[in-house]
């Protein structure tokens, strides 16, 4: 049985896409890296995660070129995930990939969504409440909070 409570906590931070989801955009999008990601969630089978064997912060995705095509959901905690999100802004901009997609919480009133994803990104925002996966699991309750897409290309 799965803690619903820890969950949306701050004590976690790597809530898994759901797999119907990240399966309709990799179709649209065609995804080579998972920028966010650890060995039992990763999308992709290329990926940054800090739970891999690294010299220098070579699996680090705030410290290296994201490349391709990249999908992301980035750790839910504000201080992680607006690094985040300059970061894909940043890659974008440098012209380092072809598309992100950026699966977030619907903050619309943060700093980060003005400076770095407003009038630049396309953004979609997904009806209803999405239900995470923790092991490829679903939740029993939805996310407490509404979700967006936020798509550089």
């Known amino acids: 049985m799965m803690n619903n409570d820890l969950m ?9 896409t759901p797999q119907w989801l990240y399966d309709e955009l990799d179709a649209e999008f065609g995804f080579d890296l998972d920028a966010a990601a650890n060995y039992e969630n990763k999308k ?6 800090d739970d891999l064997p ?7 995705a705030l410290n290296n070129d994201w490349y391709g095509n990249v999908f992301c959901n980035p750790p839910y905690s504000r201080g992680l995930q607006k690094k985040f999100i300059k970061k894909a802004h940043d890659e974008h901009c440098n ?7 950026m699966l977030l919480p619907s903050r619309t009133d943060t700093i ?3 400076e770095y994803i ?15 996966e923790v092991n490829g699991v679903p939740a029993k309750d939805a996310a407490p909070f509404p979700s967006m897409l936020v798509i550089y290309r």
């Open 118 to 132: 407003y009038g630049i990104a396309e953004i979609r925002f997904l009806k209803g409440r999405l239900k995470f």
């Open 8 to 16: 949306f906590s701050s004590k976690k931070d790597d809530w898994e």
């Open 112 to 114: 980060a969504f003005h």
């Open 44 to 49: 992709c089978s290329e990926y940054y995660s």
């Open 54 to 60: 690294r010299e220098s912060n070579s699996w680090d």
């Open 95 to 101: 012209g380092n990939t072809d598309v992100i997609v």
